[in-house]
T-cell receptor, first 108, second 113 residues
């Protein structure tokens, strides 16, 4: 069983839509979770960083962790074409374990 | 502030040659991590180094791969006798304190002919 599982998509939404990206993880001992955004042929860029359960909001982005169901979510409000990228969830430790990424396209 | 720097950005090698990938962490960061991204796969951890020490190499292939982070200069990921299966994007990340917040470089894309 993979440490972090992520639906690879692809996911296409119209501009302005609310996007929901999801991951599940296997080990309930995990405490730290991250979301990275990766544009084509670029390095991953840290978007959000959460510890334990609950929500964290930053502008149009909200990260949510539900430890009871081992579920990690990223919500993007008012999505823009510039949000088109691959989104990677990861669980933290000294070495990050990444999901395979979900490719998102926001259509103008 | 300069971010994590990696060079070369693109590297082409023939089977059996050596590949040397370099990573300069962000200013003030003394913890370096190497990851590999194969086509259509996620990022996979390879090795975690602090200055002059390998902290965790649990993701490194047992043969042909080595990494170092000397007291002076960049971190080096070295792949000896490359094979076609080594073709991938190799990313370096750094953090200031060995915590969970890691900042990634632009990657080196290795192609083995």
């Amino acid at each position: 069983q993979k440490e972090v599982e992520q639906d690879p998509g692809p996911l296409s939404v119209p501009e302005g839509a609310i996007v929901s990206l999801n991951c599940t993880y296997s080990n309930s001992a995990f405490q730290y979770f991250m979301w990275y955004r990766q544009y084509s042929r670029k390095g991953p860029e840290l978007l959000m960083y959460t510890y334990s359960s609950g929500n964290k909001e930053d502008g149009r982005f909200t990260a949510q962790v539900d430890k009871s169901s081992k579920y990690i979510s990223l919500f993007i409000r008012d999505s823009q074409p510039s949000d088109s990228a691959t989104y990677l969830c990861a669980r933290g430790a000294n070495n990050l374990f990444f999901g395979t990424g979900t490719r998102l396209t926001v259509i103008p | 502030n300069a971010g994590v720097m990696q060079n070369p950005r693109h590297l082409v090698r023939r089977r059996g040659q050596e590949a040397r990938l370099r990573c300069s962490p962000m200013k003030g960061h003394s913890h370096v991590y190497w990851y590999r991204q194969l086509p259509e796969e996620g990022l996979k951890f390879m090795v975690y180094l602090q200055k002059e020490n390998i902290i965790d190499e649990s993701g490194m292939p047992k043969e042909r791969f080595s990494a170092e982070f000397p007291k002076e200069g960049p971190s080096i990921l070295r792949i000896q006798q490359v094979v076609r299966g080594d073709s991938a994007a190799y990313f370096c990340a750094s953090s200031p304190d060995g915590g969970n917040e890691q900042f990634f470089g632009p990657g080196t894309r290795l192609t083995v002919l």
